[in-house]
């Protein structure tokens, strides 16, 4: 028996009891009892843990974190979905009666303990991910490769902010073999305290491009703020980097500096560990050769995209070195699937037969939209079918935000893309460049674009949407699916 399969039967039915929790956040506990002034100690254990009453599953400790709203004023509907207990910063006097309570000073400090306390209990390896593109995507080929080997441990959203990264470090189950932590930022600085809460035996860095330019004076300067991720890396950690990016030198300087054990590379470029020989779109996925480590070897995998293909390099990299095989994570690649509004493909009914969509439509910048446009001109239309490119603006570029929409005008015309229909200003200096047969529709907000989009799209069409996530762009996506939702069910209606 492996241990991957031995760790299969094994759970951990409690994530944190009331104690546990009391002695790693150093809160108090409490409940309110038949006398509305008198607190009592209450034991109780915790199967989760929430932030969103919305999403809150019973068992679980709802943290009443102060952020958009404050927490505390939803205590009573965390309760009545059945949580466990709450983790709070004061004893409302509304609480209800007998609901167990950890009362703390800050109750994100005490979101942070506790993911402290979950990572020094656990003996697994943990792997932080960030970049400019492709942590997400990368997080999730991670969770797939490293089932082969043991349990993993990794959130099911994009928690990669300051709330984001401890809630999933506190959700780390004692017995789990790996963990998988996306970190992400906006400004500098912010990277240094969320990795060093996770102390990763493995740092990725996926890419350095133009992001979040709207904080940042250059691209170099983004490039110092991912390398902060090799601060938190524990003793004999590794760094995982991209070979062929032009800050590769600046990258592994800074993870020498931070004290990185050893270092791996991936990329196209002769001379990295982890080498893309050639890239062949196969249907809904691709065809790799490569050279990992010396030696020449060729596999099927499920996503489709070059820079997919980096990014599973850049996840083999990491797998291997915390020590899960490397053959049963390379036969695990042609089951991975694209995540929601990350490249997933659908067939989507249309007026006369089908078309294909490809939901790129979470968040954008640059680098991923003109790797989400390579990905549309590598697909083939079927019969007449052309492709079509609907774009959202893409934000908190700074001053090179007009430059940079205008520039995709090539990486347009490369794909070979039949229409295009741009939202938003920013995506005005695209439209304004483009040649006059590939002008589909301009909208000052994607919205707009839904009823056009609706009616052009034919049978055989490739459909790619990508955009900023407030570009709304994925209304777009969203009213493609819910139309061939409809008519699937007007067919069966009839059948």
């Not at 590379?265 to 809904?284: C, I, N, P, S």
């Not at 980096?310 to 991975?336: K, R, Y």
Request: glycine share 10%.
């Amino acid at each position: 028996m492996t241990k991957g399969e031995a760790s299969k039967g094994r759970i951990d039915p409690e994530l944190w009891n009331a104690f546990e929790a009391a002695a790693a956040t150093g809160g108090a506990l409490c409940a309110r009892g038949g006398d509305p002034s008198r607190w009592i100690a209450e034991e109780w254990s915790a199967a989760g843990i929430s932030i969103d009453t919305r999403t809150l599953k019973p068992g679980d400790i709802f943290v009443a974190l102060r952020d958009a709203r404050d927490g505390h004023e939803f205590l009573n509907n965390a309760f009545e979905a059945g949580a466990a207990a709450a983790l709070v910063a004061r004893a409302p006097d509304d609480a209800p009666e007998g609901a167990p309570l950890l009362v703390v000073g800050d109750t994100l400090e005490g979101l942070r303990d506790l993911a402290k306390a979950a990572r020094l209990r656990n003996f697994g390896k943990r792997i932080a991910v960030t970049g400019s593109a492709g942590k997400t995507s990368t997080k999730e080929i991670l969770r797939a490769i490293l089932s082969s080997a043991g349990t993993v441990h990794a959130a099911d959203k994009s928690f990669n902010n300051h709330w984001g990264v401890p809630l999933t470090l506190a959700r780390l189950p004692m017995h789990s073999e790996f963990g998988v932590f996306e970190i992400g930022m906006n400004h500098p600085g912010e990277i240094t305290p969320l990795t060093e809460l996770v102390r990763p035996h493995a740092a990725i860095v996926t890419t350095v491009a133009a992001a979040h330019l709207e904080f940042f004076k250059s691209v170099e300067e983004i490039a110092e703020a991912k390398a902060e991720i090799f601060s938190g890396l524990a003793r004999g950690g590794v760094a995982v980097l991209p070979f062929d990016n032009d800050y590769f030198e600046l990258l592994k300087k800074r993870a020498e500096q931070a004290g990185a054990a050893s270092f791996v590379t991936f990329g196209e470029k002769d001379g990295a560990d982890f080498q893309l020989l050639h890239y062949r779109a196969d249907g809904a996925g691709a065809r790799l050769e490569v050279r990992i480590k010396g030696k020449e070897r060729e596999f099927s995998v499920g996503i489709p995209g070059r820079h997919q293909a980096l990014n599973m390099l850049a996840a083999l990299a990491a797998a291997d070195a915390v020590g899960a095989p490397l053959e049963p994570a390379i036969d695990a690649l042609s089951s991975v699937t694209p995540a929601e509004g990350r490249g997933a493909r659908s067939e989507i009914e249309v007026e006369g037969g089908t078309a294909t969509l490809i939901d790129e439509s979470y968040n954008a910048n640059p680098a991923s939209m003109t790797a989400a446009i390579g990905l549309l001109g590598a697909t083939a239309p079927q019969g007449n079918g052309r492709r079509i490119a609907i774009l959202g603006e893409m934000l908190e570029l700074g001053p090179e935000g007009p430059e940079l929409h205008k520039i995709l005008e090539k990486a347009l015309v490369a794909a070979r893309v039949d229409r295009v229909y741009a939202a938003g200003k920013l995506m005005r200096h695209l439209w304004d460049d483009l040649p006059a047969d590939m002008r589909g529709l301009y909208a000052d907000d994607a919205v707009g674009m839904v009823g056009p989009v609706l009616d052009a799209v034919s049978p055989g069409d490739i459909v790619m949407v990508k955009g900023s996530n407030a570009s709304k762009v994925s209304a777009v996506a969203r009213a493609l699916k819910e139309r061939s939702s409809n008519r699937n069910e007007e067919k069966e209606s009839r059948a």
